[in-house]
């Protein structure tokens, strides 16, 4: 038995692909934080441009012709 598991302990073939899936893993979970962190800004943003847009097309803006 000890030396199937030295067997197995030595053996790399897989190790590669292990590797890049747990690096494919990270950056994932970093972009799935990424975007709850940034998701409020990115709504504040488009929020500010719809009213905006709003009051510019209603004449509540500044500017406009009378």
Not at 7 to 25: H, P, S
Request: charged share 10%; glycine share 12%; with cysteine.
């Amino acid at each position: 038995m000890p030396s199937l598991w030295s067997c197995l302990w030595k053996e790399e073939n897989g190790q590669d692909m292990v590797e890049y899936a747990l690096l494919l893993l990270f950056i994932a979970l970093m972009l799935v934080a990424a975007t709850k962190s940034l998701s409020g800004a990115i709504q504040n943003a488009f929020g500010t441009i719809t009213n905006s847009v709003s009051a510019a097309t209603t004449g509540g803006g500044t500017g406009g012709t009378p």
